[in-house]
């Protein structure tokens, strides 16, 4: 498993924000690496496109290892705050007092 200072490096690597999931982590990589490849910019890449291209790549798969050994809540209030209407519907019924 990573480190915690290995997992900031490679968030702050990749630009992301506190949360994550695996598909905006997904684009966001493809979209890195789509600007450092040498066959999308159509010429030769020098050592400094390289190695940056090897760090985001590098950063992204600890990113991958990381999600997907870690555990997430399943419990109702965080899948409600994932959905943003079923967690409007479930906060507004509360502050009517449990009436529709």
Same mark, same amino acid.
């Given at each position: 498993?990573?480190?915690?200072?290995?997992?900031?490096?490679?968030?702050?690597?990749?630009?992301?924000?506190?949360?994550?999931?695996?598909?905006?982590?997904?684009?966001?990589?493809?979209?890195?690496?789509?600007?450092?490849?040498?066959?999308?910019?159509?010429? !030769?890449?020098?050592? !400094?496109?390289?190695? !940056?291209?090897?760090?985001?790549?590098?950063?992204?798969?600890?990113?991958?290892?990381?999600?997907?050994?870690?555990?997430?809540?399943?419990?109702?209030? !965080?899948?409600?705050?994932?959905?943003?209407?079923?967690?409007?519907?479930?906060?507004?019924?509360?502050?009517?007092?449990?009436?529709?």
């Amino acid at each position: 498993m990573s480190t915690f200072s290995e997992i900031t490096w490679a968030r702050k690597k990749l630009g992301l924000g506190d949360r994550v999931s695996l598909k905006s982590l997904r684009e966001r990589y493809l979209f890195l690496a789509r600007r450092l490849h040498p066959d999308v910019r159509n010429r !030769e890449s020098g050592p !400094e496109e390289n190695h !940056e291209l090897a760090e985001i790549t590098r950063a992204y798969q600890l990113m991958v290892a990381y999600l997907e050994s870690v555990a997430i809540s399943l419990s109702d209030d !965080e899948v409600r705050r994932n959905d943003p209407h079923a967690y409007h519907s479930y906060r507004f019924h509360d502050w009517m007092g449990g009436k529709s």
